[in-house]
T-cell receptor
Framework: GQNIDQPTEMTATEGAIVQINCTYQ??????LFWYQQHAGEAPTFLSY??LDGLEEKGRFSSFLSRSKGYSYLLLKELQMKDSASYLC??????????WGAGTKLIIKP | ETGVTQTPRHLVMGMTNKKSLKCEQH?????MYWYKQSAKKPLELMFV???????ENNSVPSRFSPECPNSSHLFLHLHTLQPEDSALYLC?????????????FGPGTRLTVL
């Protein structure tokens, strides 16, 4: 079967750095998305990785290792507004989007 | 209005009611999606429409009936639902179905079935 694993919940401190991991076992791979979803709101696109390595976009970076079936989202200089759920999703060989259950990130002052 | 909008934002219905969820996208996209989001579970893809034709139906019970009258509008008609159908229903759109296009989501309808 196809599977995406993410931690259910993480807590971090304002101003700190946090890394949210995502591991996947899918039939093929055509890319990986990270989305952010604030409570009661729409998921919004953060990043897309298809090649190995680190993609940096402001305070957020996303890393991919295809050989390890692994990605992480790195959030720097955490702000209270970063409290949200972070969803990992993988495109499989049939171009189906396989979703993880999401990681709820709680930021404390 | 911009992006993807959904109405109503909240809906409470009894098991014998009939209601409809509405989604509208203002992005000029050709593909639209219905997802079910339950607490601590992955998003469940329900239906996919491409250019108003249904291209995917993921074994969804017949009490959920989608309708796509044009590429900008998508409905989900609900009839004789069960309490376990209570969830957040998200609509999304993308430039095309399949492929690697980013999906853009609406804010969802929070459905409670009594």
């Amino acid at each position: 079967g196809q599977n995406i694993d993410q931690p259910t919940e993480m807590t971090a401190t304002e101003g700190a750095i946090v890394q949210i991991n995502c591991t996947y076992q899918t039939s093929g791979f055509n890319g990986l998305f990270w989305y952010q979803q604030h409570a009661g709101e729409a998921p919004t696109f953060l990043s897309y990785n298809v090649l190995d390595g680190l993609e940096e976009k402001g305070r957020f970076s996303s890393f991919l290792s295809r050989s390890k079936g692994y990605s992480y989202l790195l959030l720097k200089e955490l702000q209270m507004k970063d409290s949200a759920s972070y969803l990992c999703a993988v495109i499989d060989s049939n171009y189906q989007l396989i979703w993880g259950a999401g990681t709820k990130l709680i930021i404390k002052p | 209005e911009t992006g993807v909008t959904q109405t109503p934002r909240h809906l409470v219905m009894g098991m014998t009611n009939k209601k409809s969820l509405k989604c509208e996208q203002h992005l000029g996209h050709n593909a639209m999606y219905w997802y079910k989001q339950s607490a601590k579970k992955p998003l469940e893809l329900m239906f996919v429409y491409s250019l108003e034709e249904r291209v995917e139906n993921n074994s969804v019970p017949s009490r959920f009936s989608p309708e796509c009258p044009n590429s900008s509008h998508l409905f989900l008609h609900l009839h004789t639902l069960q309490p376990e159908d209570s969830a957040l229903y998200l609509c999304a759109s993308s430039p095309s179905s399949g492929g690697v296009d980013t999906q853009y989501f609406g804010p969802g309808t929070r459905l409670t079935v009594l």
